[in-house]
């Protein structure tokens, strides 16, 4: 039978994370507690930011744009997860999988440029404390942020795009609790080719660059801080990176499990738990990272508190 008189699909049906009912309230319940706690974490620590006079300089401007970010990625995969633990009909239609797709993609795109710019913040605070003032203004912060929001957006549109071309005619089932680009992929009867490489070389080049980038910040800041002849200096420096680096190791920690490592069939479930913890778990654990041991969040939310 030829492509043309075969009929093209235009549903598709999520597998989720699991088939076993007995299992599917628990992982409902779950699940809710871990979104609702991402979103006032990451929607709380965003508002918290804004109202504090205090952290409204560029370290923190930065942080609240990880936290809109780590909102976006959740809010893209979660709810619909929800939805299908508690229904039996699991169908998305081919706009709101490419929909859902696009937002999950340009949030992760977002996040790994924002993580970037974090990093050379930290790099002119500690290298060129003197220059801070005028190098990183709360104006070049916010212009920077709208730059890694767009450079998301826009690479998503060409993986989108290219989707476009696709047809879909062999299965409508997609083994996954959402639409994973490389699912699509798989079950196209159109050759996706060129989408693979496309998607491959635009995905290497990011997480390539962004991560070296950080990687080559933080050495210069590691020998800016051994150089400080003041124990509190640099303990003060260290504070200060500490937990951006854990949260620069847990995401692209994950991103090279899941892209780099070898795969294999018996892999799927590992890959699928991996994903998971890149897509929900990172975004509810980001706003805790940066808060619990930060003494300037915690006094603004004090000050807060006392208003």
């Known amino acids: 039978m030829t492509e043309h008189n075969q009929t093209l699909l235009t549903v598709f049906v999520l597998t989720g994370l699991t088939e076993h009912p007995d299992l599917k309230i628990v992982l409902f319940l779950v699940f809710l507690v871990i979104y609702l706690i991402t979103m006032v974490g990451n929607l709380g620590l965003i508002a918290l930011i804004w109202k504090d006079s205090h952290l409204q300089t560029p370290m923190y401007l930065f942080l609240s744009g990880l936290a809109f970010a780590d909102s976006w990625t959740s809010s893209s995969v979660t709810p619909r997860m929800l939805i299908n633990f508690l229904s039996k009909n699991h169908e998305i239609s081919l706009v709101e999988c490419f929909t859902?797709?696009?937002?999950?993609?340009?949030?992760?795109?977002?996040?790994?440029?924002?993580?970037?710019?974090?990093a050379y913040d930290r790099y002119v605070a500690i290298c060129n404390p003197l220059l801070y003032p005028v190098v990183m203004s709360n104006r070049l912060c916010t212009k920077l942020i709208a730059v890694t929001y767009l450079i998301g957006v826009l690479h998503l549109a060409i993986h989108?795009?290219?989707?476009?071309?696709?047809?879909?005619?062999?299965?409508?089932?997609?083994?996954?609790?959402?639409?994973?680009?490389?699912?699509?992929?798989?079950?196209?009867?159109?050759?996706?080719?060129?989408?693979?490489?496309?998607?491959?070389?635009?995905?290497?080049?990011?997480?390539?660059?962004?991560?070296?980038?950080?990687?080559?910040?933080?050495?210069?800041?590691?020998?800016?801080?051994?150089?400080?002849?003041?124990?509190?200096?640099?303990?003060?420096?260290?504070?200060?990176?500490?937990?951006?680096?854990?949260?620069?190791?847990?995401?692209?920690?994950?991103?090279?499990?899941?892209?780099?490592?070898?795969?294999?069939?018996?892999?799927?479930?590992?890959?699928?738990?991996?994903?998971?913890?890149?897509?929900i778990i990172i975004p509810l654990l980001n706003p805790f990272i940066y808060s619990l041991r930060n003494k300037e969040v915690i006094s603004a939310f004090r000050r807060i508190m006392k208003k």
């Open 160 to 279: 989108v795009g290219l989707l476009v071309r696709l047809t879909f005619c062999r299965s409508n089932i997609i083994q996954y609790y959402y639409c994973e680009i490389l699912q699509l992929y798989k079950i196209s009867c159109t050759d996706s080719t060129v989408n693979v490489l496309v998607l491959l070389i635009f995905s290497s080049f990011i997480q390539a660059f962004t991560f070296v980038t950080i990687m080559v910040s933080y050495t210069h800041i590691l020998f800016s801080i051994i150089r400080k002849k003041s124990e509190n200096g640099r303990s003060k420096a260290l504070s200060t990176c500490s937990a951006h680096l854990f949260s620069v190791s847990l995401f692209y920690g994950t991103l090279f499990l899941i892209y780099v490592c070898p795969r294999s069939g018996s892999s799927e479930d590992k890959e699928k738990m991996l994903s998971l913890f890149y897509t």
């Open 100 to 118: 859902q797709f696009y937002f999950m993609g340009s949030s992760a795109t977002t996040e790994c440029f924002l993580l970037l710019v974090m």
